[in-house]
């Protein structure tokens, strides 16, 4: 090791104890310990362009342990992503592009949001997915334009997250060679000493899925770093997974290799001595970085513009030969034509029989599948049931990059994060699926989707008590009011072909925001008054007789809403006249004009019922203190769906009695 190259690894790690320091709050820990394998694999074995930080065939470096933020950002800062010496003195405050853990699209240079443990390693085995499945759809021999590493570097914290083992059994299935994992090992948790939680053999683990497995016995040795990830490189048939043995808090005197040394400020005194330590110049000053330092990285960085420059060339020579394939690109790689799906009559096409929202979602997939060339996507061993499966599009293996079926296996938390690495990488759109029920394994990877704007599709099916004889374990109560109350998603749960076709016209279209569709098991008609209207999230599905006399407005979604077009009629026998309105996106309906909102809930008319087999949180805001719902107070239970639906109150005749007692 070089002295510059000494002197570079040292100012990353002075640099992010500055930040911690001046914040008062931050993770001196990892910075200090990581920052020669981070700097050793960034400065000579990573290809990247801070001139472009989005440049298509980058190398992608996860932090999955967030937490050292400081880290990455000293580095960003170096090699020149635009972060100046003042965004590091604004670490952690508000407003700063240096927030406490990484945020995508708020920081260039940053791939993913990262903070909850783990989190990073699967949506890192999505990019390797995604560079897999590229690669195979668009390179032609002599014309590699799609080569490029997933790099991710995490902690003892990240391999004993549930996650990353999901993750990594069916990273190593699929034999994603061009994944790489950097494990941060120092043997140190916040409690002290990882033995006393996490004895496991983590390599002979990662052996058994199926990785490559390398040790590098001193953090510091950037050679031995180097020797391992070229190691890790050589390997084409397996992703690799390398051991790094470092120390917490190196450098630091009083905190090194001690628990303390993980999340909170070394202290003034500390700082210093960690300075003189480390042989800085002028231990005293605070954001001290000598120039030839900054003259180094720049040295580093221009290495990553040559590297953008001879494929720019390569792609140009490949775009004159392969023009369809390019088309192909550009249109994999652009917006998806709202207006032009809008206008397709054979898409938003249905036949008049009831059906399950599930199946009339397949049937939308396999419309899709033709008309948006990047979508792609499966579920956690269910697609029979989930009706996810897109015919003639081929399996994604080992064998088989090119296949846009995707085969989860029962992993529901890492299906999650992979369809986040997948939508992170660009050049497709994912969706997910599972049981509706298994929707709270998915939460923290969707709420992290939602956190990043990313339009991942979720398709949940099982939507209500209409699960029936699996019982109360397999039938969703809560799990609707939890996924409404999460900022930036739109769940949609449609009533019909028509609705369906909306839900899945809103997943495709949309740019920042997931979408969860929640899909049923049973079968229901198909209603004469639902249209595009259900993009706006409520609409009129069916007007009482004389809407400027209308009684009252019952309120639906999903299954519930022909429901209450049967209550509807009941009332009326009894000279009761009421509107119907389908509610299938509460936040889409939000989203309206005002005028529009009152235009289907006028404010003058109070007696509403909303219609829900789920629970009735979240209904309050449109019934009012004057109106009542008819949705679950409990759990199911375990009989034929049509049973439950009556043995719980969806049925015409009770919908009706409840609006007649608001009234």
């Known amino acids: 090791m070089g002295a510059i190259d000494t002197k570079c690894v040292n100012a990353i790690r002075v640099l992010a104890v500055d930040a911690i320091q001046k914040a008062k709050s931050g993770h001196p820990g990892l910075p200090l310990g990581s920052a020669a394998m981070a700097y050793e694999l960034w400065a000579n074995h990573m290809n990247h362009n801070p001139k472009n930080p989005d440049w298509a065939n980058r190398d992608r470096f996860v932090l999955s342990g967030g937490h050292g933020s400081a880290m990455l950002y000293s580095l960003l800062h170096y090699f020149g992503y635009g972060l100046t010496l003042e965004d590091l003195k604004n670490f952690r405050q508000d407003g700063s592009l240096t927030p406490g853990h990484p945020e995508y699209r708020h920081t260039a240079g940053v791939e993913a949001t990262t903070g909850p443990l783990g989190a990073g390693m699967g949506m890192a085995v999505g990019m390797a997915m995604a560079e897999a499945h590229l690669a195979a759809q668009f390179n032609r021999p002599g014309y590699e334009i799609v080569d490029h590493y997933t790099f991710a570097l995490g902690g003892d914290g990240c391999l004993m997250e549930g996650i990353s083992s999901e993750a990594f059994s069916l990273a190593g299935t699929l034999g994603l060679s061009k994944l790489i994992v950097l494990y941060d090992s120092n043997k140190i948790s916040i409690e002290g000493s990882t033995d006393i939680a996490f004895t496991e053999n983590v390599e002979e683990r990662m052996k058994a899925f199926g990785f490559q497995t390398l040790t590098v016995e001193d953090g510091n040795d950037l050679a031995a770093i180097g020797k391992a990830i070229e190691a890790a490189k050589a390997d084409k048939e397996r992703p690799s997974f390398i051991t790094v043995k470092t120390q917490i808090g190196y450098g630091c005197p009083a905190k090194q290799g001690k628990a303390s040394a993980h999340g909170e400020p070394l202290g003034e005194e500390n700082v210093k001595a960690l300075k003189e330590n480390l042989g800085w110049e002028k231990p005293e000053e605070s954001f001290y970085v000598p120039q030839d330092v900054y003259d180094h990285y720049a040295a580093l960085a221009a290495k990553g513009a040559d590297a953008e420059a001879a494929w720019d060339k390569l792609f140009a020579d490949y775009s004159a030969k392969f023009p369809k394939e390019r088309a192909l690109w550009d249109a994999c790689h652009a917006p998806v034509d709202a207006k032009k799906l809008l206008e397709n009559d054979a898409y938003w096409a249905y036949e008049e029989k009831p059906n399950a929202t599930r199946a009339l979602s397949g049937t939308m997939i396999n419309r899709l599948k033709d008309l948006v060339p990047q979508l792609i996507g499966g579920s956690a061993d269910l697609a029979p049931s989930t009706k996810?499966?897109?015919?003639?599009?081929?399996?994604?293996?080992?064998?088989?990059?090119?296949?846009?079926?995707?085969?989860?296996?029962?992993?529901?938390?890492?299906?999650?994060?992979?369809?986040?690495?997948?939508?992170?990488?660009?050049?497709?759109?994912?969706?997910?699926?599972?049981?509706?029920?298994?929707?709270?394994?998915?939460?923290?990877?969707?709420?992290?989707?939602?956190?990043?704007?990313?339009?991942?599709?979720?398709?949940?099916?099982?939507?209500?008590?209409?699960?029936?004889?699996?019982?109360?374990?397999?039938?969703?109560?809560?799990?609707?009011?939890?996924?409404?109350?999460?900022?930036?998603?739109?769940?949609?749960?449609?009533?019909?072909?028509?609705?369906?076709?909306?839900?899945?016209?809103?997943?495709?279209?949309?740019?920042?925001?997931?979408?969860?569709?929640?899909?049923?098991?049973?079968?229901?008609?198909?209603?004469?008054?639902?249209?595009?209207?259900?993009?706006?999230?409520?609409?009129?599905?069916?007007?009482?007789?004389?809407?400027?006399?209308?009684?009252?407005?019952?309120?639906?979604?999903?299954?519930?809403?022909?429901?209450?077009?049967?209550?509807?009629?009941?009332?009326?026998?009894?000279?009761?006249?009421?509107?119907?309105?389908?509610m299938p996106c509460m936040d889409l309906f939000e989203a309206q004009s005002e005028s529009y909102k009152d235009s289907v809930l006028p404010k003058k008319v109070r007696a509403r019922v909303a219609v829900e087999a789920l629970s009735d949180f979240g209904w309050g805001k449109y019934v009012?203190?004057?109106?009542?719902?008819?949705?679950?107070?409990?759990?199911?239970?375990?009989?034929?769906?049509?049973?439950?639906?009556?043995?719980?109150?969806?049925?015409?005749?009770?919908?009706?009695?409840?609006m007649k007692g608001t009234l």
């Open 388 to 582: 996810t499966y897109m015919k003639d599009a081929g399996d994604f293996s080992k064998e088989n990059y090119a296949g846009r079926n995707l085969h989860f296996g029962v992993r529901e938390l890492a299906m999650a994060a992979i369809g986040n690495g997948l939508a992170l990488h660009g050049g497709l759109r994912p969706y997910v699926s599972t049981f509706f029920v298994f929707s709270d394994y998915t939460k923290p990877m969707l709420r992290l989707a939602a956190l990043m704007g990313l339009p991942v599709t979720y398709v949940f099916t099982h939507d209500s008590i209409g699960v029936g004889e699996d019982g109360p374990t397999h039938e969703p109560i809560e799990q609707l009011a939890m996924l409404r109350a999460t900022p930036n998603v739109n769940v949609f749960r449609p009533a019909d072909a028509m609705e369906t076709a909306a839900g899945w016209y809103l997943a495709v279209t949309s740019e920042k925001t997931p979408t969860v569709l929640v899909l049923t098991r049973q079968n229901l008609p198909q209603l004469a008054g639902s249209s595009k209207d259900a993009l706006r999230g409520g609409y009129v599905v069916s007007e009482a007789k004389d809407a400027s006399k209308m009684a009252g407005i019952l309120i639906a979604s999903g299954s519930e809403v022909s429901l209450t077009i049967e209550a509807q009629e009941a009332l009326a026998k009894d000279g009761i006249d009421v509107r119907v309105v389908s």
């Open 624 to 658: 009012g203190l004057d109106g009542a719902t008819v949705c679950m107070k409990g759990f199911g239970a375990s009989a034929p769906a049509g049973l439950l639906f009556k043995k719980f109150g969806f049925t015409a005749e009770h919908v009706a009695e409840v």
